[in-house]
């Protein structure tokens, strides 16, 4: 199965912002949709944002809501993440993952990058 590879994290302040980029490791690969997943440690996976491309419709989850921005290349079958006004909270390793239908499951997870804000 084809993978995704995460960057552009890091360590920064509260307030400050990041982009995140999603792209595939190798080959480029078509999807349906494409989307953001954040994780902290004892938690489950939890939804950040996705990209859908047949309508380039997006969704985001509330806490992010009016903060972060998904954006995306389907030709490289690429991903970003534009995060702005970073809070403490946004701590987490940020993957990216493909769904290649719909309704499906998403995968081609990558090995994810950690952000860290600090206050």
């Known amino acids: 199965q084809e993978q995704l590879v995460e960057s552009g994290g890091g360590l920064v302040q509260s307030g400050d912002s990041l982009r995140l980029s999603c792209e595939p490791s190798?080959?480029?690969?078509?999807?349906?949709?494409m989307a953001w997943f954040r994780q902290t440690p004892g938690k489950e996976r939890q939804f950040v944002a996705i990209?859908?491309?047949?309508?380039?419709?997006?969704f985001y989850a509330d806490a992010v809501k009016g903060r972060f921005t998904i954006s995306g290349d389907q030709d490289k079958g690429a991903i970003y993440l534009q995060m702005n006004d970073l809070k403490p909270e946004d701590t987490a390793v940020y993957y990216c993952?493909?769904?290649?239908?719909?309704?499906?499951?998403?995968?081609?997870w990558g090995p994810g990058t950690q952000v860290t804000v600090s206050k």
């Open positions: 993952g493909a769904r290649t239908a719909s309704p499906g499951a998403f995968g081609h």
């Open positions: 190798g080959r480029t690969f078509s999807s349906h949709a």
């Open positions: 990209l859908v491309w047949n309508n380039n419709s997006t």
